[in-house]
């Protein structure tokens, strides 16, 4: 007798009922941590220390560890006093196009973007 798969095991007396789905416990915890890791981004709370990290090295890589410049032009507020933070979370989330500025939106949040914008307005000069 040949032996019967799970999709013909669920057929019985004509009726076809769905074959329940097992899922592995390493994939229900890894689904369960992404979920938590998501909502816990979705937090509403800025962490300061983090932001200046970004901006330090995630900017600084292309406007230097300084932020005097490099690629990018010089991001000192003495540089930016001129610039409405308005302006510059704009510039933040949607970049500059045909320029090597990218757009942000898609990794952060408008309240870090205009975070990050009060900040390189507010820092002390370095």
């Known amino acids: 007798m040949a032996k019967l798969g799970r999709r013909a095991s669920a057929i019985s007396c004509g009726v076809q009922r769905p074959v329940a789905r097992r899922h592995s416990v390493p994939s229900v915890l890894l689904t369960t941590a992404v979920l938590i890791a998501t909502s816990a981004f979705a937090a509403d709370t800025l962490d300061p220390n983090a932001l200046k990290r970004l901006v330090h ?6 406007h230097g560890l ?3 410049g490099g690629l990018g032009p010089d991001l000192r507020s003495e540089t930016l006093e001129h610039y409405d933070a308005d302006v510059l979370t704009g510039v933040i989330l949607d970049g500059i196009p045909d320029t090597a500025m990218p757009p942000w939106r ?4 408008e309240e870090e973007a205009e975070w990050i914008a009060r900040y390189l307005l507010e820092q002390e000069a370095q």
């Open 57 to 62: 090295q995630d900017c600084g890589s292309c």
């Open 66 to 68: 300084s932020l005097k």
């Open 106 to 109: 898609p990794l952060i949040s």
